[in-house]
């Protein structure tokens, strides 16, 4: 099939995912010579509605990797925002180079059940979003051709299909069940708890720009008072790295213990996947 349109969608609160789904996007609507459209459901105003998708489609679907998994807060946004029908798709998850896990199958199996055929599938280190010691400068522009080299080889596969019999979808890491979220570890190996920690605001920093309500893809952040939290906080860092003044912060002991303990274990090169 040559599809018409190539929609870019993501959820990425501190760009990564974004950078690595709009590359592979672009990529495949220049090989079929195509329309090319985003839908950026990061924050709340766009997910106000719902999306549906056409044969004649193809789909680029990206979401970081949190806790080894799809970010469960953005998962109910997944199932139910987006439907297609029988719509090539290519799955696409971002890590913070400890792992991705489960979250690339997760993701092809929801993108399954909304009724779009994920073909090809891949998982990309990233900088991870919790210290610039990890994975720093990633994707760099050894990944930039891994990710044109996939994006071209996805094509060939999709050009390929013969919409009017069944295609089989990708299948990642030969199917293996989706596996329960990662625990993150402490430094001494026992879990870390900060699950109820929010980022701090320095006020003798902060200029009241209310960047930071206007990044937070929960909409979480009071802008009566940029201390205090309305909703969850999900610790995707996108107040904290948007922040012009670096006026936000996590003080939290067992976050920060769990950061010093990626930052000792994980700063080799962890590899991206790819399934076709
Ligand atoms: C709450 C949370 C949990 C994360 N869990 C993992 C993980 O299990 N494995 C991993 O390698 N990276 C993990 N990361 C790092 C992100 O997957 C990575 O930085 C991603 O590229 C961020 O995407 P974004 O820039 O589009 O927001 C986690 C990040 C956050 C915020």
Do not use: W
């Not at 290519?90 to 489960?102: I, L």
């Amino acid at each position: 099939m040559e599809p018409k349109c190539v929609f870019a969608v993501y959820f990425s609160p501190a760009g990564s995912t974004k950078a690595v789904t709009e590359r592979i996007a672009g990529t495949l609507a220049e090989a079929f010579k195509s329309e090319r459209k985003t839908i950026d459901f990061t924050l709340p105003g766009a997910r106000e509605q719902k999306y549906v998708f056409g044969p004649q489609d193809l789909v680029v679907f990206g979401t970081p990797t949190y806790a080894g998994r799809v970010p469960n807060k953005a998962l109910p946004f997944v199932q139910t925002l987006f439907s297609g029908s029988r719509t090539p798709a290519v799955a696409v998850v971002t890590f913070g180079n400890r792992s991705y896990d489960s979250s690339l199958s997760e993701l092809r199996n929801e993108l399954l059940n909304d009724g779009l055929v994920p073909l090809a599938a891949a998982a990309f280190s990233c900088r991870h979003v919790f210290s610039e010691k990890i994975a720093a400068g990633r994707p760099d522009a050894e990944d930039l051709k891994e990710m044109d080299s996939f994006a071209q080889s996805a094509a060939k596969k999709i050009e390929a299909v013969d919409q009017s019999s069944t295609t089989e979808p990708v299948s990642v890491k030969n199917d293996a069940p989706v596996e329960p979220y990662y625990v993150p570890k402490k430094e001494d190996g026992t879990p870390a708890k900060f699950l109820k920690a929010i980022p701090k605001v320095d006020l003798s920093k902060c200029d009241h720009c209310l960047e930071c309500v206007r990044v937070c893809p929960m909409g979480t952040i009071d802008p009566t008072d940029i201390e205090k939290m309305t909703g969850p906080c999900i610790k995707c860092q996108a107040c904290i790295l948007k922040c012009h003044t670096r006026a936000r912060y996590f003080d939290n002991p067992d976050f920060l213990s769990h950061v010093a303990m990626l930052e000792k274990n994980f700063t080799r090169r962890a590899s991206n996947d790819f399934f076709l």
